[in-house]
């Protein structure tokens, strides 16, 4: 009676909210769009409440069920449960980074402790668990397909990796560290928007536009306090300093690792991953940075000899070298000696928007994607812009959202998420809506969004992401579009970057913004010529981050430790040269401080070995190979994380990847 009694309250409560709270009841929208016409800062909480104790019910009915538990009665029934607090997460999460007022912040963080005690009552449940490892044991005996047990596989391991097998007394640490986790990775995220903020007050250019501020500035002492105040964001002893937020998260990490059995948090996250273990990352990485390292000096030699013509002009006093700040400066300047490449002279072909159908007209060539512009659709800010996507046979493939403008309110960088999840319910197929985030330069001086070549690259990444999503033909919504290992991930998005710059599909999309002329050849050639130039920085930068991060999460103990001490030992031992500095230094690390990429930032370089060997086939069969890109899709855009992802793999490939295609592709 007391059950019955529940259902009704909640039923109840859902009928007398759902007149005012939008996330209540369906969105009448087109595609499944949220509304954010009627979507309010006041209707996030109560939905998030409402959703909990929705979906703590559908618990409760799955573990009270009297039958033996089967993959439908357990798996299938919580796969469907949690509906508005997916709704209403979706949108507040993916909101506040992307539009994140003061009032929104506020609001997430009441959210999250909400959120954080409600995952842990679910995926502490004795009840649920036991039915959970009963189908778990008997996995091989069910019948199932590899979709159904990669599904089972990974609510198993959410109990187990949530500390289901601990003691009372330990479950309640555990809850307590799953919380102050989830308020610190968000104050770290806000400290840093703080922060990027402040950097573009003083100097008049968002972070996003930091780069090519470095390339284009003569003044050696402007470049400096550039340099020098983009790399102390986060450590400037100010109320936004990250510096103790890094050692109490470590701190917490160590020790929910050490509670689960592992050493390190390293050990703890990296354990189901491809790599396997903090050892297979570990060399991987350093067998990249000599030979990075090795190139990179090449690469200040080439700058130094510009650098000394500067001195010999009196522009420099004797004795200048090369300095990190004088990096991006210098390496233009080498550019255009080497190659008579100027940003100055690509960027007028490369319109946002063309950039974008270039994109879109891609994925026509090879998948017959067609794109239709939605108009008067619900939007959470005036800048974004919406299309359908549908097949080759006119039926819907989902819908994708773009949002590439900084703003005050959009923390740095470029992301993918999803407002939709693409899964089958009650038979039918919920396609999803995708957001493209970005930050790149706004239309300005009567000019329109001029792109430079790395945030084309930019653009074509993260619309791989979106593909991933989109094409996504997968049954439970844990394993669809880009719920994968972490480093399969950019596989997805990778590939996608190697069209970009290829002459054909330039001369689809690279047109002058006044003359509509296609980008010459000449110009192409120049583009063609450069396009491995700079790799000895880019890829020394990047793999030396990566190597930071390993090394926070290989820690077992902070005891003591001061993390800019730490992380200048870090980049001693892994030979990082002065002149360069990790991609992202410790207190500005939201990939990993405030994001999913926790010992995990290898990831990109891990998944370039399998993006380059993957276009190396598509450069054997033709850029456009109809049957080739067909089998990309069906092995691996279509498949989520349905299957291990090395299987994955191998149906598209035929053989496993070939660890030299990274090496190759990036002339090193």
Same mark, same amino acid.
């Given at each position: 009676?007391?059950?019955?009694?529940?259902?009704?309250?909640?039923?109840?409560?859902?009928?007398?909210?759902?007149?005012?709270?939008?996330?209540?009841?369906?969105?009448?929208?087109? &595609?499944?769009?949220?509304?954010?016409?009627?979507?309010?800062? %006041?209707?996030?909480?109560?939905?998030?409440?409402?959703?909990?104790?929705?979906?703590?019910?559908?618990?409760?009915?799955?573990?009270?069920?009297?039958?033996?538990?089967?993959?439908?009665?357990?798996?299938? *029934?919580?796969?469907?449960?949690?509906?508005?607090?997916?709704?209403?997460?979706?949108?507040?999460?993916?909101?506040?980074?992307?539009?994140?007022?003061?009032?929104?912040?506020?609001?997430?963080?009441? *959210?999250?402790?909400?959120?954080?005690?409600?995952?842990?009552?679910?995926?502490?449940?004795? &009840?649920?668990?036991?039915?959970?490892?009963?189908?778990?044991?008997?996995?091989?005996?069910? =019948?199932?397909?590899?979709?159904?047990?990669?599904?089972?596989?990974?609510?198993?391991?959410?109990?187990?990796?949530?500390?289901?097998?601990?003691?009372?007394?330990?479950? *309640?640490?555990?809850?307590?560290?799953?919380?102050?986790?989830?308020?610190?990775?968000?104050?770290?995220?806000?400290?840093?928007?703080?922060?990027?903020?402040?950097?573009?007050?003083?100097?008049?250019?968002? /972070?996003?536009?930091?780069?090519?501020?470095?390339?284009?500035?003569?003044?050696?002492?402007?470049?400096?306090?550039?340099? #020098? *105040?983009?790399?102390?964001? =986060?450590?400037?002893?100010?109320?936004?300093? @990250? #510096? !103790?937020?890094?050692?109490?998260?470590?701190?917490?990490?160590?020790? #929910?690792?050490?509670?689960?059995?592992?050493?390190?948090?390293?050990?703890?996250?990296?354990?189901?991953?491809?790599?396997?273990?903090?050892?297979? /990352?570990?060399?991987?990485?350093?067998?990249?940075?000599?030979?990075?390292?090795?190139?990179?000096?090449?690469?200040?030699?080439?700058?130094?000899?510009?650098?000394?013509?500067?001195?010999?002009?009196?522009?420099?006093?004797?004795?200048?070298?090369?300095?990190?700040?004088?990096?991006?400066?210098?390496?233009? %300047?080498?550019?255009?000696?080497?190659?008579?490449?100027?940003?100055?002279?690509?960027?007028?072909?490369?319109?946002?928007?063309? /950039?974008?159908?270039?994109?879109?007209?891609?994925?026509? %060539?090879?998948?017959?994607?067609?794109?239709?512009?939605?108009? !008067?659709?619900?939007?959470?800010?005036?800048?974004?812009?919406?299309?359908?996507?549908?097949?080759?046979?006119?039926?819907?493939?989902?819908?994708?959202?773009?949002?590439?403008?900084?703003?005050?309110? %959009?923390?740095?960088?470029?992301?993918?998420?999803?407002?939709?999840?693409?899964?089958?319910?009650?038979?039918?197929?919920?396609?999803?809506?995708?957001?493209?985030?970005?930050?790149?330069?706004?239309?300005? !001086?009567?000019?329109?969004?001029?792109?430079?070549?790395?945030?084309?690259?930019?653009?074509?990444?993260?619309? =791989?992401?979106?593909?991933?999503?989109?094409?996504?033909?997968?049954?439970?919504?844990?394993?669809?579009?880009?719920?994968?290992?972490?480093?399969?991930?950019?596989?997805?998005?990778?590939?996608?970057? @190697?069209?970009?710059?290829?002459?054909?599909?330039?001369?689809?999309?690279?047109?002058?913004?006044?003359? =509509?002329?296609?980008?010459?050849?000449?110009?192409?050639?120049?583009?063609?010529?450069?396009?491995?130039?700079?790799?000895?920085?880019?890829?020394?930068?990047?793999?030396?981050?990566?190597?930071?991060?390993?090394?926070?999460?290989?820690?077992?103990?902070?005891?003591?430790?001061?993390?800019?001490?730490?992380?200048?030992?870090?980049?001693?031992?892994?030979?990082?040269?002065?002149?360069?500095?990790?991609?992202?230094?410790?207190?500005?690390?939201?990939?990993?401080?405030?994001?999913?990429?926790?010992?995990?930032?290898?990831?990109?370089?891990?998944?370039?070995?399998?993006?380059?060997?993957?276009?190396?086939?598509?450069?054997?069969?033709?850029?456009?190979?109809?049957?080739?890109?067909?089998?990309?899709?069906?092995?691996?855009?279509?498949?989520?994380?349905?299957?291990?992802?090395? !299987?994955?793999?191998?149906?598209?490939?035929?053989?496993?990847?070939?660890?030299?295609?990274?090496?190759?592709?990036?002339?090193?």
């Amino acid at each position: 009676m007391k059950k019955v009694l529940f259902a009704l309250s909640i039923i109840m409560a859902a009928v007398s909210c759902n007149r005012v709270n939008p996330f209540l009841g369906e969105w009448e929208t087109p &595609y499944g769009i949220p509304d954010f016409n009627q979507i309010q800062e %006041k209707h996030y909480i109560p939905a998030i409440e409402y959703g909990i104790r929705q979906q703590q019910g559908e618990i409760d009915a799955i573990i009270a069920n009297p039958d033996a538990p089967t993959f439908e009665n357990v798996v299938e *029934a919580y796969e469907r449960s949690g509906a508005v607090l997916d709704r209403v997460s979706m949108v507040l999460f993916n909101v506040s980074e992307s539009d994140a007022t003061e009032s929104l912040q506020k609001i997430v963080e009441q *959210a999250l402790p909400l959120i954080s005690v409600h995952s842990d009552n679910i995926f502490m449940n004795p &009840y649920f668990f036991k039915k959970v490892e009963a189908l778990y044991n008997d996995i091989e005996n069910l =019948g199932l397909n590899q979709e159904q047990k990669m599904a089972l596989k990974k609510l198993y391991n959410s109990f187990v990796n949530n500390g289901i097998a601990l003691s009372e007394a330990d479950q *309640a640490r555990m809850r307590e560290i799953n919380l102050e986790l989830s308020s610190l990775s968000n104050t770290f995220g806000n400290n840093l928007l703080a922060e990027n903020n402040a950097f573009a007050e003083e100097f008049g250019i968002s /972070v996003s536009e930091y780069g090519g501020a470095m390339a284009a500035t003569e003044d050696r002492a402007l470049r400096e306090k550039m340099f #020098k *105040a983009y790399a102390s964001r =986060g450590n400037n002893g100010n109320e936004y300093d @990250n #510096k !103790d937020l890094i050692v109490k998260t470590m701190a917490l990490r160590i020790e #929910k690792a050490k509670l689960l059995g592992y050493d390190t948090p390293a050990d703890m996250i990296l354990h189901d991953k491809m790599a396997g273990s903090a050892e297979t /990352v570990d060399e991987f990485l350093s067998s990249l940075m000599a030979p990075a390292i090795a190139k990179a000096k090449e690469e200040i030699a080439d700058m130094q000899a510009v650098m000394d013509e500067d001195i010999k002009a009196g522009l420099l006093p004797e004795g200048s070298v090369i300095e990190p700040w004088d990096w991006a400066y210098y390496t233009e %300047k080498v550019r255009k000696a080497k190659y008579a490449l100027d940003e100055e002279q690509t960027k007028p072909y490369f319109q946002m928007e063309n /950039v974008r159908q270039g994109v879109f007209d891609l994925t026509t %060539k090879l998948w017959g994607l067609q794109y239709e512009k939605l108009e !008067d659709i619900p939007v959470y800010h005036p800048e974004v812009e919406g299309f359908k996507v549908t097949d080759a046979d006119g039926s819907l493939i989902g819908v994708i959202l773009t949002d590439y403008f900084p703003r005050s309110t %959009k923390r740095g960088g470029a992301w993918m998420t999803n407002f939709v999840n693409q899964e089958v319910l009650d038979g039918e197929d919920i396609r999803p809506v995708i957001v493209n985030v970005g930050n790149f330069a706004k239309p300005a !001086d009567g000019k329109p969004s001029l792109l430079t070549l790395d945030n084309v690259e930019t653009l074509f990444h993260e619309f =791989g992401h979106a593909l991933h999503g989109l094409l996504s033909q997968c049954t439970y919504k844990s394993v669809s579009g880009t719920s994968v290992a972490r480093d399969f991930v950019e596989l997805p998005s990778q590939i996608m970057e @190697n069209w970009a710059f290829q002459k054909e599909v330039l001369a689809d999309y690279a047109r002058h913004y006044e003359t =509509g002329e296609i980008i010459p050849d000449a110009l192409v050639e120049k583009i063609e010529a450069a396009g491995n130039f700079n790799q000895g920085f880019m890829t020394t930068e990047l793999a030396a981050a990566s190597i930071l991060d390993l090394k926070w999460h290989m820690l077992d103990s902070v005891e003591g430790l001061d993390p800019m001490a730490f992380e200048a030992e870090a980049c001693k031992e892994m030979g990082l040269i002065d002149e360069i500095i990790p991609r992202y230094r410790s207190t500005y690390f939201a990939h990993i401080f405030s994001g999913g990429y926790s010992a995990g930032y290898y990831s990109y370089l891990w998944a370039e070995v399998l993006d380059k060997d993957a276009f190396e086939l598509f450069l054997e069969k033709g850029i456009f190979d109809k049957e080739t890109a067909m089998s990309f899709r069906r092995n691996v855009l279509e498949k989520g994380g349905s299957d291990e992802p090395m !299987d994955l793999y191998r149906r598209f490939r035929g053989a496993d990847p070939d660890a030299g295609a990274l090496l190759r592709g990036r002339g090193l």
